[in-house]
């Protein structure tokens, strides 16, 4: 079991930054490959970034390329989403997400483990 608990999300103008963090308790993320996904309201939830567990190789959306970068911790078993040039667009309630798979991190169903959600809201 993985425990996952997500921090970091508030209110921001657009054009600004903010840093989101997945706390991972019950084992240790090193194991994991780890995602972020977004959820707008009246909206399906979607990819945002990955970390495969192995070759640490990275991934993102189209929307949020060059603009976000997912990172990892593995001496404080936690995961990052640093985030700039916000735009109103990227309003959701971000998740945090843990996989034992390394392809597929595109998609929900591909997790095991979610975090519950902070908010991100940006202002125009």
């Known amino acids: 079991q993985v425990q996952l608990v997500e921090s970091g999300g508030g209110l921001v103008q657009a054009g600004g930054s903010l840093k989101l963090s997945c706390a991972a308790s019950?084992?240790?993320?090193?194991?994991?490959?780890m995602g972020w996904f977004r959820q707008a309201p009246g909206k399906e939830r979607d990819f945002v970034a990955a970390?495969?567990?192995?070759?640490?190789?990275?991934s993102y959306a189209d929307s949020v390329k060059g603009r976000f970068t997912i990172s990892r911790d593995n001496a404080k078993n936690t995961v990052y989403l640093q985030m700039n040039s916000l735009e109103p667009e990227d309003t959701a309630v971000y998740y945090c997400?843990?996989?034992?798979?390394?392809?597929?991190?595109?998609?929900?169903?591909?997790?095991?483990?979610w975090g519950q959600g902070t908010q991100v809201t940006v202002s125009s």
């Open positions: 970390f495969s567990w192995i070759g640490g190789i990275t």
């Open positions: 997400a843990a996989s034992s798979r390394v392809v597929g991190l595109g998609s929900p169903s591909a997790h095991d483990y």
């Open positions: 019950g084992r240790t993320v090193s194991r994991y490959s």
